[in-house]
């Protein structure tokens, strides 16, 4: 027979494995429900960022598709329309940095220019050795007319970071706008530096010396300039613009026969070239005119001297006859006067006693020539002639 003690630790006991037992099916039940949430988690974390990444994928596709609408419309000369893809794009992708100076370059050519401006040196602040950054903000300076801003962002462009193939060459282009921007600004100093730099580092071709040659010309630097001509010439003999080049080149150093030779072989390679055949006429003239050429009769220079003494003479009577008595023309009649004067003089008797006659005749129609072109505009034809064949023999500016 069980007594009452035993009976109660029985229970006891019985009560003791029941609750554990109920303990341990709570905590089953506690640790199914956190790894159920840890896996819903999870899974609402992946479906999430998968739609995430999907939304922004399309965002990025969306983005470079109103990029590629924009290069079109911007090449299509359609800029509004570009301009407004763009911004589309940019919106789309606000970090990109290619759609951002896309934009600004779209602005610049919709003549936006503060919008551009601003956006150009945004990007800039990211990245301030890149040369299409500068460049950009160089052209965008230019069309405003600031020189130090100009230069500046020019040449952070020369001497920066650029991407792609044939940098040296950009580099090169680039250097030119910038001296082109300093001749049309009166920077001639400048200009020249910049073009000594950049004769210093011209590759070995026709076209880069022929380049070279033209803007020496430009900036009246005659002996670079028939450097760079005959260069290109050398490496490219049939090339109608460096003959062209070497002609003019050697006209305003002065040495005429040469002139004449390369203009000739230039307008052989290009008969259409009018530059080209209206200075050689004007060399022709000077050659067949100067009475100071050598080895020519006594009878020849006479008759080169009469003809540049009259047609100054003429020009002189012709100027003065457009103003009215009430006008001072006192040192125009005067030169006039000095020309009557000395006409008796320029006989063959005359010059034969008295060589030095010549260039009296040619001093007094050079300056009859002077004279007229400050009061009634530049000279042309034998006018002009009669000025540089007295500034081949010495006669001053």
């Not at 401006?117 to 990211?126: G, V």
């Amino acid at each position: 027979m069980i007594d009452s003690g035993q009976a109660a630790g029985s229970f006891s006991r019985h009560s003791t494995l029941v609750s554990e037992e109920d303990s341990s099916r709570a905590l089953d039940r506690d640790l199914f429900l956190l790894t159920f949430l840890i896996l819903v988690t999870v899974a609402l974390f992946f479906f999430t960022r998968t739609i995430a990444a999907r939304e922004q994928r399309m965002e990025v596709d969306i983005a470079a598709f109103w990029y590629a609408q924009g290069e079109r419309l911007l090449s299509s000369g359609s800029t509004t329309q570009a301009i407004d893809a763009f911004r589309k794009a940019v919106a789309g992708e606000r970090e990109n940095r290619k759609y951002a100076f896309a934009l600004a370059n779209a602005l610049a050519a919709g003549n936006h220019d503060q919008e551009a401006m601003q956006t150009i040196l945004r990007l800039r602040e990211f990245d301030p050795e890149n040369a299409d950054i500068n460049l950009a903000l160089a052209r965008l300076a230019a069309k405003h007319n600031d020189l130090s801003e100009t230069i500046h962002y020019y040449e952070n462009a020369i001497y920066g970071r650029w991407a792609g193939t044939e940098v040296d060459q950009r580099r090169r282009e680039v250097r030119i706008e910038l001296i082109q921007f300093l001749m049309a600004h009166q920077q001639r100093a400048r200009a020249l530096s910049e073009l000594l730099i950049l004769d210093a580092e011209l590759p070995r071709t026709a076209e880069a010396h022929e380049k070279a040659g033209e803007l020496f010309l430009q900036v009246r630097d005659a002996q670079h300039a028939l450097n760079d001509f005959s260069e290109a010439i050398k490496l490219d003999n049939h090339n109608a613009s460096a003959l062209a080049g070497v002609g003019e080149a050697s006209f305003d150093l002065g040495d005429y026969v040469k002139a004449q030779r390369y203009l000739e072989a230039a307008v052989l390679q290009s008969p259409e070239s009018e530059p080209a055949k209206q200075l050689l006429s004007t060399v022709k003239i000077i050659l067949s005119t100067d009475p100071l050429t050598p080895n020519i009769s006594l009878k020849e220079r006479q008759q080169r001297l009469l003809r540049i003494y009259t047609q100054a003479l003429q020009r002189l009577e012709s100027c003065l006859a457009q103003f009215s008595k009430n006008r001072d023309t006192g040192s125009l009649q005067k030169l006039e006067s000095e020309a009557v004067a000395l006409r008796p003089k320029l006989e063959i008797q005359s010059l034969r006693r008295n060589p030095d006659l010549v260039r009296s005749g040619l001093d007094l129609a050079y300056r009859m020539e002077r004279a007229t072109s400050d009061t009634c505009g530049e000279p042309s034809g034998l006018d002009q002639a009669v000025i540089l064949i007295a500034r081949r023999h010495g006669a001053q500016q």
